[in-house]
């Protein structure tokens, strides 16, 4: 796959660059066109004569270059544009800050910023550092404009912790730049239909029925499926949360009955639907014009039953992989079962009210999640961005069998 690949390998100033060495070779023994750009502090941690003879090309660090004594200068743009892809390894804190952020204070971040091809990074830094919110504000920014992560191990770090934060093995970079390339991602050509949050079902102008739901699940989802290629189409109840992806439309609706209308509107044209949302069981019978006044001890107000919009999904599917959310509080697993035939699902992700740590409002959740042939796989508890990738991978697993 990586032969006559031109890759830029961008290194940044981290104990992880000395393995960048090895990296090379595999890419040269690959079949690839390699050129280096190595930020001055990287120069502390590997040698630029090492790299230069391995990749067989000059190393570049600086914007400008003397050459048999004539001042030049390394063309960012030139460069950019010459890379079929660009792999930043290590990828530190502050380079991956600077990359989010638009910085551009050295040859490797105007190169970054002029690359037009697939850039990959892999993040290599202490745990604490790896877990601090302002990293992982980083990789999401970065995730949001198509960058592609590979992921850390963890283990040994060069303080003597342990944890979470060692850069990938070479080998298993070039695995992954090279699985991205001969595959593509998977939801590559997919389209997918994502419900979150809550609904407002109005009382009168300014009063409403809702709940609790952030919508964090679903914008998660929408965020992990736009993240292995999809077009995403997420239909949000009011949620404070947004998001900035070009894989992902944000559509936003207030009441059920909107939900409703914008999830039929595209539900003929995509592959996957998943409905996360938490979508009011009930709304007013009539919606008063003017505000009520508290004129009487006691308000009695006459509800009626939303239209369940996964239902409706279920009667209209054709092709559509279609998953439901269920929320448990006993017989679990058979009342999740139940709401899947019930439903025509092909899946549904049970969470339970028994687990703590899951549910509204939490960052972490917990589910199980069965399909259609009753197939049953409880996951750990886990942050909502990582059972976002459980259920996503549960997803392809079965759309591709
Ligand atoms: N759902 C929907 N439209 C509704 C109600 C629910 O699309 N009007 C979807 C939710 O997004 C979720 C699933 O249906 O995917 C939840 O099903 P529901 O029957 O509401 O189950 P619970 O919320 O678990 O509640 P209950 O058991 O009380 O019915």
């Known amino acids: 796959m990586l032969s006559g690949k031109k890759v830029l390998l961008g290194i940044t100033g981290g104990i992880a660059a000395y393995k960048t060495t090895f990296l090379v070779r595999l890419l040269i023994k690959a079949g690839a066109d390699v050129k280096v750009i190595l930020t001055e502090s990287a120069s502390s941690f590997v040698s630029p004569l090492t790299l230069a003879t391995l990749s067989k090309n000059p ?14 200068w390394n063309n960012h743009v030139a460069l950019g544009l010459w890379a079929d892809i660009m ?7 502050n380079t991956l800050s600077k990359m989010a952020n638009g910085t551009c204070d050295n040859l490797l971040l105007a190169t970054y910023l002029s690359a037009k091809c697939p850039v990959f990074f892999a993040p290599a830094m202490d745990l604490d550092m790896y877990k601090h919110p302002s990293t992982k504000l980083s990789f999401e920014k970065l995730n949001s404009f198509g960058n592609i992560m590979i992921p850390v191990t963890s283990g040994e770090l060069a303080s003597g912790l342990h944890g979470e934060g060692r850069m990938a093995e070479p080998e298993d970079i070039l695995k992954f730049v090279t699985a991205y390339l001969s595959e593509g991602l998977p939801l590559s050509g997919k ?46 109840g009011p949620s404070s949360l947004n998001i900035n992806h070009e894989n992902i439309n944000l559509i936003r609706v207030v009441s059920a009955d909107e939900m409703y209308e ?19 069981d009930y709304k007013p019978k009539t919606v008063a014009d003017q505000k009520i006044k508290k004129a009487s001890a006691d308000l009695s107000l006459a509800l009626v039953k939303n239209k369940d919009i996964l239902f409706s999904l279920g009667e209209k599917k054709k092709n559509q992989f279609l998953v439901g959310f269920a929320l448990e509080t006993e017989n ?38 069965i399909d259609k042939n009753s197939s049953i796989k409880t996951f750990e508890l886990k942050t909502k961005a990582a059972v976002a990738v459980d259920i996503l991978s549960e997803i392809i697993n079965r759309i591709d069998a």
């Open 59 to 72: 190393v570049l660090s600086s914007f400008v270059k003397e050459e048999n004594g004539e001042t030049d």
């Open 191 to 236: 389209t997918a239909l994502i419900t979150a949050g809550p609904t407002y079902e109005a009382i009168d102008p300014v009063r409403f029925i809702g709940n609790h739901s952030s919508g964090m699940m679903g914008y998660e989802l929408a965020k992990s499926a736009a993240n292995l290629g999809a077009v995403v189409i997420l239909i949000s």
């Open 332 to 369: 679990e697993i058979e009342n999740a079962i139940e709401k899947l035939k019930k439903k025509n699902l092909d899946a549904i992700v049970l969470n339970s009210l028994n687990d703590d740590g899951a549910g509204f409002g939490k960052a972490t959740n917990k589910i199980t999640f």
């Open 87 to 93: 792999v930043v390894a290590p990828a530190t804190a």
């Open 262 to 280: 914008a999830a039929h509107k595209y539900y003929d044209e995509v592959d996957i639907a998943i409905a996360a949302a938490a979508v009011a």
